[in-house]
């Protein structure tokens, strides 16, 4: 498959929700339960990264890819162009300035 635009992405995301009945707008869904899925799924990737299983089934790279698919499908629930949203937030992330101080986060 060619490398597709998070927008082409999308729409495969919003087409598959619609043949599997996972809901294809607002109030086909609970948000509550779709955020928490996606949380799910970032543990997941965690928890395969602490066992060193990267690639493969149930892998570090397969658990990002299934955060990615939960996020798309919320933001072609509520027709959210995440490109846009994307690049303005890397535009203001530019100039910036980040507290390291007062974070428990390392600065590298």
């Not at 949380?39 to 602490?50: D, F, K, L």
């Not at 060193?52 to 990002?64: H, Q, R, S, V």
Request: negative net charge; contains cysteine; aromatic residues 8%.
């Amino acid at each position: 498959m060619d490398k597709l635009s998070l927008g082409e992405l999308t729409k495969l995301v919003m087409e598959q929700a619609k043949e599997k009945g996972f809901g294809i707008k607002p109030e086909d869904i609970n948000v509550g339960e779709k955020i928490a899925l996606i949380h799910t799924e970032i543990s997941e990737a965690y928890e395969a990264y602490r066992h060193k299983n990267i690639e493969g089934k149930d892998g570090f790279n397969e658990e990002l890819g299934d955060v990615i698919q939960r996020i798309l499908h919320l933001c072609g629930i509520f027709n959210i162009d995440i490109e846009k949203e994307i690049l303005k937030k890397i535009e203001y992330n530019k100039g910036r300035e980040w507290g390291w101080g007062k974070m428990n986060e390392s600065h590298s």
